[in-house]
């Protein structure tokens, strides 16, 4: 699901890794975002409403909500639009819990 040719733009993709996404190995380019990466995997869905646990997607992709964070190594409230695939780097869900609104 990752755009591969465009007739006007040029892809650096940098190198291919994987980490893990919710303890499932996933594949990424170093230079594109793990948003980017787990959209490409066909993974949409990326949090849930705290109260009505209705699912959540990519929404702004620049970094000013709260859609997209996630614990990454360990780290909480990673805003992962805006933050690069590292090799064997750990991603996982919040689920509403500690989740900073801008």
Do not use: W
């Not at 890794?17 to 959209?39: K, R």
């Not at 009505?52 to 620049?62: E, M, N, S, V």
């Not at 869900?93 to 609104?101: D, F, P, R, S, Y």
């Amino acid at each position: 699901m990752r755009i591969e040719q465009h007739p006007i733009l040029q892809f650096d993709r940098g190198e291919k890794v994987t980490f893990l996404f919710n303890g499932q190995p996933v594949e990424g380019y170093t230079s594109e975002t793990i948003a980017a990466a787990l959209h490409a995997a066909g993974i949409r869905e990326l949090s849930h409403s705290p109260n009505l646990d209705r699912p959540r997607g990519l929404f702004c992709a620049i970094g000013n909500c709260s859609s997209c964070v996630m614990t990454v190594d360990g780290e909480p409230n990673v805003r992962i639009c805006i933050t690069k695939v590292r090799p064997g780097m750990i991603v996982q869900e919040q689920h509403g819990k500690g989740v900073v609104t801008p």
